[in-house]
């Protein structure tokens, strides 16, 4: 069962315009939420985190929203850039739950120049 | 700041032989260190989760005498791929993180393992 979900394998937007990536989860005891950036080859680099007491974080171009009722967060990037193309992933970890992170599927971002 | 170094980047090796591939965290000490396999198209898959001192955790379904982890130090983890097999072949990704669970993991750049 899988308990990160991101329904969207690909997205593509426009140079300028806001990218936005969803990520859904299953299980209740996350409360910690982080999304990642993977080139090609490459490990994943970490963008920006939210604990589940915040609804929001905002970094620069990136914002991560919170959704605990629906178990959803979006990452928010504004203006989108031709760099931000790459594989984005979704993580949640639970203090419960053990020292890991659950990650998503990914969602594979390509800006449009 | 957080950086974590992971080398080789590349290993093409014959049917047999095992590799090793170190994982280091250059300007943190690590308390966990996390190995992680990508099939291509698909998402990382948690291989096992070591500390510092003893022995790594293994997920369900990874053999530990085929893959070997030693966490020797807060700086220091590695993996070994015994005997590999071409079905062995896969990007192989360590991270590491400093603290708890609501601290975020650092990778390493990966290792992609080709077994012929």
């Known amino acids: 069962d899988q308990q990160v979900k991101q329904n969207s394998p690909s997205l593509s937007v426009q140079e300028g315009r806001i990218s936005i990536l969803n990520c859904d989860y299953t299980?209740?005891?996350?409360?910690?939420f982080l999304w990642y950036k993977k080139y090609p080859a490459e490990g994943p680099t970490f963008l920006i985190s939210i604990s589940s007491i915040k609804d929001k974080n905002e970094d620069g171009r990136f914002t991560v929203f919170l959704n605990k009722s629906a178990k959803h967060l979006s990452l928010h990037i504004v203006p989108s850039q031709p760099g931000d193309s790459a594989v984005y992933f979704c993580a949640a970890s639970a203090r419960d739950y053990g020292q890991n992170f659950v990650f998503g599927p990914g969602t594979r971002l390509s800006v449009l120049p | 700041g957080a950086v974590v170094s992971q080398h080789p980047s590349r290993v093409i090796c014959k049917s047999g032989t095992s590799v090793k591939i170190e994982c280091r965290s250059l300007?943190?000490?690590?308390?966990?260190m996390f190995w992680y396999r990508q099939f291509p198209k698909q998402s990382l898959m948690l291989m096992a989760t070591?500390?510092?001192?003893?022995?790594?955790?293994?997920e369900q379904g990874v053999e530990k005498d085929k893959f070997l982890i030693n966490h020797a130090s807060l700086t220091l983890s590695t993996l070994t791929v015994t005997s590999a097999h071409p079905e062995d072949s896969s990007f192989y990704i360590c991270?590491?993180?400093?603290?708890?669970?609501?601290?975020?993991?650092?990778f390493g750049d990966g290792t992609r393992l080709s077994i012929l």
């Open positions: 299980n209740s005891m996350f409360d910690y």
């Open positions: 300007d943190f000490q690590a308390t966990t």
């Open positions: 991270s590491a993180r400093a603290g708890g669970f609501d601290q975020p993991q650092h």
């Open positions: 070591s500390n510092e001192g003893s022995k790594a955790t293994y």
